[in-house]
């Protein structure tokens, strides 16, 4: 059974890093927010016309213009994450003080707090989507290629609740935006493999779950032209530095997709 990059990442060393004091500026779907500091570095100078978008490596690829650890800390500044089955990849601007599990997920610890990645971005690809997040082997649905039938079984799982989804644009794409947590008083240890599966990139390994009853999550799901594409960004609590959540969010919204031709 393979892990999850959150239940991977227990067995790194804590970074502590400093927070960034960010409060309300702008994102999509409505919401406001705005920076006490500059939360992301500038993508581009007033004196540069270009920028170095480098991108976040598979394990041992040497090709990067920056490679960078399979996990490890990162730099601040902006990155292409490129998906298997997706003509275009991600390109996404974080801050100090995020490290990187994979090459498809993102966090940051809280300090305060004793789990780590206590704030994370995932974007891996969900191609099949549980039906009963407890118990979920052989229940992982195949809900193919388009936005709605992702949303749809999202809001149809059992032992979680999706609000809604709203219509965004990420970039110059048009997608839906909405939140999903754990209903109920499931108890994860009763549940297969002892963990809450929400979704999967195969149908026979659960690649991303939830390790705690008060872990949430807003999910972003975009059409690249009849191809899903699924973000997400989330906390593990509600008692993670509400700063830190905030921070997640800015980098969460400065997702986008670019063309790589």
Request: charged share 20%; proline share 7%; net charge negative.
């Amino acid at each position: 059974m393979s892990s999850t990059p959150l239940e991977n990442a227990a067995q790194r060393s804590r970074h502590l890093m400093p927070l960034m004091a960010i409060a309300l500026i702008s994102c999509l779907g409505g919401c406001e927010y705005e920076s006490n500091d500059v939360a992301l570095p500038s993508a581009s100078s007033p004196t540069t016309e270009a920028r170095t978008v480098s991108p976040l490596p598979e394990s041992g690829d040497t090709r990067m213009v920056r490679p960078l650890p399979k996990s490890g800390d990162i730099d601040a500044g902006t990155y292409l994450v490129p998906v298997a089955g997706y003509t275009e990849p991600f390109e996404i601007t974080v801050p100090d003080g995020w490290f990187a599990l994979d090459s498809k997920s993102l966090g940051k610890d809280d300090p305060d707090h004793p789990a780590e990645w206590a704030v994370y971005i995932t974007l891996w690809p969900a191609n099949y989507v549980s039906m009963d997040v407890c118990k979920w082997m052989g229940a992982l649905a195949d809900v193919g290629p388009s936005a709605e039938a992702f949303i749809k079984a999202m809001a149809a799982q059992a032992s979680t609740a999706s609000t809604p989804p709203t219509k965004v644009m990420v970039g110059n794409d048009s997608g839906f935006e909405f939140d999903h947590s754990v209903e109920g008083d499931v108890d994860i240890n009763a549940c297969d493999a002892d963990r809450l599966c929400i979704h999967s990139e195969n149908r026979f390994t659960c690649t991303h779950g939830y390790s705690t009853r008060g872990q949430r999550e807003t999910y972003r799901v975009v059409d690249l032209n009849g191809q899903r594409a699924v973000v997400a960004v989330g906390n593990i609590a509600e008692s993670i530095n509400p700063e830190l959540t905030r921070e997640a969010r800015v980098v969460f919204d400065s997702i986008v997709f670019k063309s790589d031709k």
